[in-house]
């Protein structure tokens, strides 16, 4: 075997521009599809990362109470129920947050920007300092009362700097409007939103002008140590408020959203005020459970889009080169239909001559797929010297302002397989051809 594999390994050296034309046709359609989904798991693992550090947790447990008159008012008034079923996780939570948010708008002068406020816990969330990009200003001065950081569009629609006062007019959870004071002491480069701007406050600050009490809190976020388990982590933590509270049931991935609608707006700051009818309304703290998983859904559903495109790009790509292997191994069997006779005459078998040509054919595939994905590694590289960094939206999809690029292994092995595979199935019929070929006409062959 290890004779017949030094043969074909020679023979790919013999036409190099055949050879040259094969493997790179197979390099072509590996460095595409490698870079198509490397650059698509990297943008998930980018949008995940900046929804994670942006909303406080990768699971958020919001909470609802009612008002006198039927009124839906945001607040996660039993924390203790709501601790209890995220301890049950045990060592899988890296950390846990405490939240309060709104959406607002900002003024100054006669200028006005609407922003969603995060009211963030610092002295519990200290690492969340070290992932704004600061542009101006002490982003650490968030620790004072009354402060507030603001990303830059903000800051430039309104034409603030920092050091500056601005009123932030919003509703609080009860229904009625409430205007508060804020000095801006940074101001931040981008935007990781989901579409609108996203400035962060202390939480205390925050309540008070929203009307909770300082201690109070609207989302508890969690960290997991293992991002991967988020959905069954956060099964568990809905099964456990189950047990003692009324809870909303959990939106899977792909359904209709409509009937959560005012769940997921109220996760990010956006709830408002909600009667509730007599037949739904409930007891103490109604709880949801959402996920990053849940906030992606539509980014996550245009990658498989994107995924799925690529694949049947790859498979046509492969196609095409396979009428091309076929069309050069009937070449190749013309060419050498005189020394295949020798072979034969000397002892070589059917099988040695046909697993001749499937090991050129083989080898050929995977020196070229090795290839592009070598090219394909050192193009994802270079671009990821280049900063994209800036505001709006696309920042949502950059690590550090820089595209992300994660070649997932098995991806990589399977588009590996299927090329190799599909190689071997066009040299197949031109090899078993090969060996067919009787040793003494093939060498009175005059091609």
Known sequence: M???????????????????????????????????????AGLVDSVKDNISWQFGGQIYITGAELSKRGSEIAVLGDAETALGAVSALGDQVASIHQRSKASGSLHFGTREETVRLEGVDLAGELELLDHFEVLAGNIADLLKPSS???????????????????????????????????????????????????AYTAKAGLNELIGLAHDEFQSLNVYLKDI????????????????????????????????????????????????VALDEQWTGTKFTVTTIEDVMAPILSLVGILNLTSFWVFVILVVIIMVGILNSYRMVLLERTAEIGTMRAIGVQKSGIRDIFLWEAFITSAVGALAGFAVALVIASLLSVFDLGGSGLFSLFLADGRLAFRAAPLDTVRNFAIICLMSLAAAYLPARAASSLEPAAALRATY
């Open 228 to 275: 991967n388990s988020v959905d069954q982590a956060a099964d568990a933590i809905h099964a456990g408020l189950a047990t003692k509270a009324t809870v909303e049931p959990r939106m899977e991935f792909g359904n209709d959203e409509s009937s959560h609608m005012s769940s997921m707006r109220r996760m990010i700051g956006m709830g408002g005020i909600r009667s």
């Open 148 to 198: 507030v950081a603001i990303p830059e569009e903000a800051a430039r629609k309104l034409g603030v700097d920092v050091g500056e006062a601005i009123m932030f007019r919003v509703a609080t959870v009860t229904g009625q409007q409430n205007v508060g004071e804020f000095i801006v002491v940074a101001i931040t480069a981008g935007d990781a939103g989901l579409g609108f701007a996203s």
């Open 2 to 40: 290890n004779q017949l594999i030094r043969i074909a390994a020679r023979n790919t050296t013999r036409q190099k521009k055949r050879s040259l034309m094969l493997g790179g046709a197979i390099a072509f359609g590996f460095f595409i599809i490698t870079l198509i989904n490397g650059y698509s």
